[in-house]
Structure formats: C-alpha cells, structure tokens
C-alpha cells in the first residue's frame, strides 16, 4: 500500500462524512467562492466573476478554512470534492 493509498484512507474519506454537515454553515457567497475554489480559479478571478474585491474572496476563504477546518486552499478544494462525490453517491434522492 503506498503513502497516497494511506493518506487518502486517513485523511480524506472522513471529509465526505462531515462535508454536507459543514456546507450547511456556508453562506451563499462563501459557496461561491468554494465553487470558484474547486474550479481551480485564483482569488483575483473568483473576485471578477463575483464583482466583488479580492480581499473580500480573502476574507471568505479565511472563514470557509475555519468552517471546513482545514488548514489551506488545497484542503478547501478536497473538502468540495469529496462533497460532491458524496452527493452524487447518494443518488438524485439527495438533490
């Protein structure tokens, strides 16, 4: 089993369990900003696609890391994609 294989059983699958619970506490810009986030896109364009200043994306990824409890960008963008993996394992009863 490699390292990849052992960090992604440890520390990721757990995330698709408490994802939905945590997206609850999310407000609709911080939602999307995370959607900006797991397409991959900088503050700087998140902000122009939102029409709001960058340090306002800043901001929300600053409380979207408190309230996902993760520790960077990186995480953040996990965290949304197991998510959505999770939800659509659920089926189109959960949409």
Known sequence: M???SRIE???FRPARHD????FAGLTP???KVLQG???GLLNKQIAFD???AEATVKAHMTALMRKLNVRNRTQVAIVAQAALLAQQDAGPAAA
């Open 2 to 4: 490699g390292i990849a």
């Open 9 to 11: 059983a440890s520390v």
């Open 19 to 22: 994802a939905p619970a945590a």
């Open 29 to 31: 810009t911080q939602m």
């Open 37 to 39: 986030v797991h397409s």
């Open 50 to 52: 939102l029409g709001i």
